[in-house]
């Protein structure tokens, strides 16, 4: 699986959208790009995935630049529930399919 | 969305002796599942990958005598920390693939006194 960098803290003001950066530049064309989120002492939360395409759902918004080597997840109203480290993670959907986690961004939403 | 259940959620134990950690899926059945070790302060290094039926496959580095994983049924796998000692005192957390999606454990919290 293509490796990921990704700034290691950022703070964002509760309410205000958190855009927190993510940078593949040797994903394959086949990867997909994984957004996780872990709160301190439990298991990592699914947010969102994409493979080219802008997606949204109910929790955050995935934007993956044309030319696929970074992509940026928006938390269009961060809550201080918010608060967690984030992992961006880019693989395989076929084959292994294990999930390599970085080290992630550790977000701090403050009131 | 699919649930990942473990158990213990913590558990202490003495030097010398063995834990095992359930890990199920509740909801759906998983022929994958994934074992992952969290140590404070660092991110999830992934130990383990159990296939229902067959023998798991081990990361590098990973000594499979020790940490044995059992995937008997297509909801159940469990990871055994045989001969524990304080150096496997971590987090550790299971996942269960369903399709196309990994959705992890709450996590077992594992103390060796």
């Known amino acids: 699986d293509a490796k990921t960098t990704q700034p290691t803290s950022m703070d964002c003001a509760e309410g205000r959208a958190a855009n927190l950066p993510c940078n593949h530049s040797?994903?394959?064309?086949?990867?997909?790009v994984y957004w996780y989120r872990q709160i301190h002492s439990q298991g990592p939360q699914y947010i969102i995935h994409?493979?080219?395409n802008n997606e949204t759902n109910e929790m955050a918004s995935l934007i993956i630049t044309e030319d696929r080597k970074s992509s940026t997840l928006i938390l269009p109203h961060a809550t201080l529930r918010d608060t967690a480290v984030y992992y961006c993670?880019?693989?395989?959907?076929?084959?292994?399919?294990?999930?390599?986690f970085g080290q992630g961004t550790r977000l701090t939403i403050n009131p | 969305g699919a649930v990942v259940s473990q158990h213990p959620s913590r558990v202490i134990c003495k030097s010398g002796t063995s834990v095992k950690i359930e890990c199920r899926s509740l909801?759906?059945?998983?022929?994958?599942m994934f074992w992952y070790r969290q140590f404070p302060k660092q991110s999830l290094m992934l130990m383990a990958t159990?296939?229902?039926?067959?023998?798991?496959?081990?990361e590098q580095g990973v000594e499979k005598d020790k940490f044995l994983i059992n995937h008997a049924s297509l909801t159940l796998s469990t990871l055994t920390v045989t001969s524990a000692h304080p150096e496997d005192s971590s987090f550790y957390i299971c996942?269960?693939?369903?399709?196309?999606?990994?959705?992890f454990g709450p996590g077992t919290r594992l103390t060796v006194t």
């Open positions: 996942s269960a693939r369903e399709v196309n999606e990994q959705y």
């Open positions: 040797t994903i394959s064309g086949n990867e997909y």
């Open positions: 994409g493979l080219k």
């Open positions: 993670i880019v693989h395989i959907i076929q084959g292994a399919q294990k999930l390599v």
């Open positions: 909801d759906f059945q998983a022929t994958t």
């Open positions: 159990s296939n229902e039926g067959s023998k798991a496959t081990y």
